[in-house]
Nanobody
């Protein structure tokens, strides 16, 4: 019954930045006790894991975004953000948030579109 809502996407030029935000419905404990992640799916491509953050705050990133993206939990612990810097055209995709562990995945939402082009 957990649902995630993504926001913050947009159309930008290469080198610019965006900050994505994810909020979750349901109980606060149901949100914060799980490892969270951002995923993305580009046109014609499979969904891929972009970044994850554990309940302890440890993070991991796909090689393609290391050094440019930062995942973090919000101050109120009810959100997870993805700061995206130095955006490249190949970052163009629909971005989704969800839980990291397969057995705990919630429903996939609409995502938020990120388009990087000159």
């Amino acid at each position: 019954q957990v649902q995630f809502v993504e926001s913050g996407g947009g159309s930008v030029q290469p080198g610019e930045s965006l900050r994505l935000s994810c909020t979750a419905s349901g109980s606060i404990t149901g949100f914060v006790i799980y490892d969270m992640a951002w995923y993305r799916q580009a046109p014609g491509k499979q969904r891929e894991l972009v970044a994850s953050v554990t309940t302890r705050g440890d993070t991991n990133y796909a090689d393609s975004v290391k050094g440019r993206f930062t995942i973090s939990r919000g101050n109120d612990k009810n959100t997870v953000t993805l700061q995206m810097n130095s955006l490249k055209p190949e970052d163009t995709a629909t971005y989704y948030c969800n839980r990291r562990n397969i057995r705990y995945l919630g429903s996939w939402g609409q995502g938020t579109q990120v388009t990087v082009s000159s």
